[in-house]
């Protein structure tokens, strides 16, 4: 009643620098978001990844809560290729502490670096 949810349908600029990026596949209405500023950008991923010691290594393989296992797949693909060409930082509820990172390709393997974490003084 009070007009604060918006809901979006597709891709979809938020705010400035901000986009949600739909990721079909493993679940219906499944988005990313993208953080852009100064140029540099920083993608979470959500689910993209649900396994992270198998699917960087083989992006095809896919877990019986995707709702479309082929759709998944394919985004996986997709995103880990791009986010290695382009050396953005990506972010995700399944990646090894910190969730933060870049994403490397090793022939049609990918390998996820994490971020270095440190504690502030």
Do not use: C
Not at 42 to 68: E, K, N
Request: hydrophobic letters at 40%; glycine letters at 10%; a negative charge.
């Amino acid at each position: 009643d009070a007009g604060r949810l918006k809901p979006f349908d597709g891709d979809t600029q938020l705010l400035p620098g901000i986009k949600a990026i739909v990721t079909q596949g493993h679940t219906p209405g499944h988005s990313m978001y993208q953080i852009e500023s100064q140029g540099q950008k920083l993608l979470l991923w959500g689910d993209m990844v649900h396994v992270a010691a198998i699917q960087f290594d083989r992006p095809d393989v896919t877990i019986q809560y995707d709702s479309d296992t082929n759709v998944a797949a394919e985004q996986r693909k997709k995103y880990f290729a791009e986010a290695a060409a382009q050396g953005y930082l990506i972010g995700g509820a399944h990646i090894p502490f910190p969730g933060l990172g870049h994403v490397r390709a090793d022939g049609t393997a990918y390998t996820f670096v994490p971020i270095n974490y440190a504690l502030l003084p």
